[in-house]
Nanobody
Framework: QVQLVESGGGLVQPGGSLRLSCAAS????????MGWYRQAPGKQRELVTS???????TYADSVRGRFTISRDNANNTVYLQMSSLNPEDTAVYYC??????????????WGQGTQVTVSS
């Protein structure tokens, strides 16, 4: 069984910063791509950023230059450093990962989500 647990969300003023973390646990053999998605009220879930195991990254145009994804393979953790936040960044942020476990082939997993609210 694999779990992805996000932390670090909260309320921040426009222009502020937040750092999200997502830790994977369970019978993990290897984690491949990891990423962050977000879903704002009334909108579809969208990919914000992703990172491969060797560190290749992609970013949505709306966050490029403001958000930075990183990962710690030794601790099965992915981070999202968010800066220059604006109200349009308000959403539930979800961690996502492709994980191979000891007993199962590579499958896609989601975290439970963490709320980020940007408001004055």
């Amino acid at each position: 069984q694999v779990q992805l647990v996000e932390s670090g969300g909260g309320l921040v003023q426009p222009g502020g910063s937040l750092r999200l973390s997502c830790a994977a646990s369970g019978s993990i053999f290897r984690i491949y791509a990891m990423g962050w998605y977000r879903q704002a009220p009334g909108k579809q879930r969208e990919l914000v950023t992703s990172i491969t195991r060797i560190g290749t990254t992609t970013y949505a145009d709306s966050v490029r230059g403001r958000f930075t994804i990183s990962r710690d393979n030794a601790n099965n953790t992915v981070y999202l450093q968010m800066s220059s936040l604006n109200p349009e960044d308000t959403a539930v942020y979800y961690c996502n990962a492709d994980i191979r476990t000891i007993s199962r082939p590579t499958s896609n997993y989601w975290g439970q989500g963490t709320q980020v609210t940007v408001s004055s």
